[in-house]
């Protein structure tokens, strides 16, 4: 997943701002975060393994990170690769002896084959993220502006990018032609900002502008703001699954707030999954907006009948069977008043590989649901992806593997419902020619190479050693 903002203001604290905005985009990666800042032409970098709130103390804010102009990052951990300070964003490059640095939120699906050109051409890999390819590839580009060198790495690199840049002079930011990963415009006063979700604007107490197109660079100075095109044949693709599970509820993208966009396909879902029941959950928070819609389109009450501790990290995995099947009540617990003797409707975002839903279901059946009805507001998960979400490889979707009817047998659930393609379009209100859906329909809009698809289980492992 990973988080992107940028700040172009001389006269406001940009650090500390970045470190707001990066704390608002905290859930799109708990592994590390990384600021950069300008200062009077000086890039300095700061980047740490940990949550936004342990990696950034006062002193570091206030003395080490000064500047007129900042970028930041958060870095969703995918397993392997995951705690390697190295891998942690912004990167630093240079391009003809002027400094800058790089972020970035996606994946290149032609990674491999670039990673072999640049050792092939005597480049020595730091890391092994992907992300090092656009620093390296920009870097080589010797003889061009910053800007050419960019457009030219751009005829390079395939795949979901949204990116930022720091220069001594300015922050950059881009979408992939597809505009796969979001990124947005934001303003405060008369400065310029860009974050990959709009509440980080309203967290500095600015505001959304507008989405970056796909295909675009725009370039924000303390003048203002230029916008190009560096490519022509553009689509608008954006990953169908920022308004099922990744974004914030409180955010907007092409202009459909994502909490109203998850209630719709909550209503939609009790128009094509109806079920007579007493009463409707949520697994929070992913699953907590649809929750309400279905319990609204169907007429069934609301309650909360799951708890959720927030204290419990994603990293709560103990090998011992015993105490990971714990695991699942520490997260979430149900409440026996709600639950026990009902009809429940149990309604999520999406099913990945099951184990969440399967031990959800049995929680909620030993503690004494009469039947329990699992509803989900996303179609079937039925292929993988290649353009930087984390969701598993074919033989572990199990929505690649098995019926509907076979998931409810497995889940041990009474019945199952999946929310339509054409329903969940509906219900974000856009048209279906605008999203990215290759993980639901396997109609991937950049292609795939072989050694991508073969490599999908292989992705986190760091890069071969470069020879020399
Ligand atoms: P499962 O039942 O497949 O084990 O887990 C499904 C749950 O995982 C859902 O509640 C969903 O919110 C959550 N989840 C966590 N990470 C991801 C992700 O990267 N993609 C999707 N689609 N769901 C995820
Ligand atoms: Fe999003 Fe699925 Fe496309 Fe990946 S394949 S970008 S998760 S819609
Ligand atoms: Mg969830």
């Known amino acids: 997943m990973c988080s992107l903002f940028g700040i172009v203001a001389p006269d406001l604290p940009v650090a500390d701002l970045t470190y ?17 800042v300008s200062n009077h032409g000086q890039i300095q970098t700061y980047k740490q393994l940990g949550l936004v709130p342990q990696v950034f103390t006062e002193t570091v804010l206030r003395q080490q990170l000064i500047g007129q102009m900042a970028i930041g990052h958060t870095r969703y951990s995918t397993t392997g690769s995951g705690h390697v ?10 391009l003809d002896g002027m400094p800058f640095t790089v972020a970035h939120n996606g994946n290149l699906v032609n990674q491999f084959e670039l990673h072999s050109e640049l050792t092939e051409r005597g480049y020595r890999f730091k890391t092994s993220s992907d992300t090092e390819i656009v620093g390296a590839l920009i870097a080589q580009f010797s003889g061009l502006s910053f800007e050419e060198a960019i457009f030219a790495a751009t005829r390079k690199i395939k ?17 992939d032609p597809y505009g796969i990963r979001p990124l947005l415009l934001g303003k405060m006063g008369n400065h310029y900002m860009l974050a990959s979700e709009s509440p980080a604007f309203d967290i500095v107490g600015g505001k959304l502008i507008r989405d970056i197109e796909p295909g675009e660079l725009v370039s924000i100075t303390d003048v203002g703001v230029e916008t190009k095109m560096y490519e022509a044949q553009t689509k608008r693709r954006m990953c169908v699954f920022e308004y099922i599970y ?7 993208l092409y202009g459909r707030n994502v909490y109203k966009a998850r209630r719709r396909m909550g209503e939609q879902l009790a128009l094509e999954h109806p079920v007579k029941a007493d009463v409707v959950i949520g697994v929070p928070d992913s699953g907590t907006p649809a929750a309400l819609g279905y319990a609204k389109a169907s007429g069934i009450e609301y309650e909360e009948g799951l708890i959720k501790n927030r204290y419990v990290g994603r990293t709560f995995i103990n090998p011992d069977p015993m105490v990971r099947d714990l695991g699942v009540k520490i997260k979430l617990h149900p409440i026996r008043e709600v639950i026990e003797g009902k009809r429940v409707v149990v309604v999520d975002d999406s099913i990945v590989r099951g184990t969440t839903s399967r031990k959800i279901v049995s929680l909620l059946k030993q503690t004494g649901a009469a039947e329990v ?10 292929s993988p992806c290649f353009y930087g ?3 598993a490889s074919y033989d572990e979707l199990i929505g690649a593997r098995k019926t509907p009817a076979e998931i409810a047998r497995y889940l041990g659930a009474d019945s199952l419902g999946y929310l339509s393609i054409e329903g969940m379009v509906k219900a974000i209100r856009l048209s279906d020619d605008q999203f990215c859906m290759a993980c639901l329909n396997g109609k991937y809009p950049i292609e795939v190479p072989a050694s991508m698809k073969r490599e999908k289980n292989l992705l986190t492992e760091p890069a071969p050693p470069a020879v020399a």
């Open 389 to 391: 979400i984390d969701t």
């Open 246 to 252: 990744l974004a914030r509820p409180d955010g907007d």
């Open 159 to 175: 795949g979901a990018y949204s990116l930022v840049f720091l220069t001594p002079d300015r922050v950059l930011g881009m979408r």
């Open 373 to 382: 009805h699992m509803r989900v507001s996303s179609p079937p998960i039925v």
């Open 20 to 36: 707001l905005a990066l704390y608002a985009l905290q859930h799109r990666g708990q592994e590390g975060a990384g600021i950069s």
């Open 85 to 94: 300070v190295e891998n942690l964003q912004p990167l630093e490059f240079s």
